[in-house]
């Protein structure tokens, strides 16, 4: 599948799950917990709910899904460590406001992640089978 293709798919459920991530994390940090704390969370339900999607619609992987999903909660951490250190540099650093590094974070991390996802976590070469 052409790369803009898989982009196009992918900023759709990128957007879809970023949107209501990010209504949550405005409820979340109003609520009282942490911005750290709150992106921390979100992280870990976004992990889940857009890997079935990538891995299906996104990229059309039909390889081993351990493999596949090994790689992307790998690619995850990186995106996640990237995310925190922005918000450390910006928000307690910096000394900007949360609610407009995570927005930031947001579209950088992404482009980070679909170049990593398309390169390593779905990889055409790993079309062996399906797990």
């Known amino acids: ?10 900023a759709i459920v990128g957007l879809a ?4 991530g990010f209504l949550l994390y405005l409820i979340i940090t109003s609520g009282g917990m942490g911005h750290k704390s709150a992106m921390t969370l979100l992280y870990l339900v976004g992990i889940i709910q857009t ?10 992987y039909r390889g081993k899904i351990s493999l596949s999903f090994i790689r992307y909660v790998t690619a995850y951490g990186i995106g996640y ?12 650093f910096l000394g900007f406001p ?7 974070a947001i579209i950088i991390v992404a482009i980070a992640l679909f170049i990593l996802h398309r390169f390593w976590v ?10």
């Open 1 to 10: 599948m052409k790369w803009h293709i898989q982009f196009s798919r992918y």
């Open 17 to 20: 799950s970023n949107a209501v």
């Open 51 to 60: 890997f079935h999607f990538n891995r299906g619609w996104s990229f059309r």
């Open 81 to 92: 460590l990237l995310n925190l250190g922005m918000l450390a540099f910006g928000v307690d």
């Open 98 to 104: 949360h609610q407009f590094v995570q927005a930031l």
């Open 122 to 131: 779905f990889t055409p070469e790993d079309h062996r089978g399906i797990a």
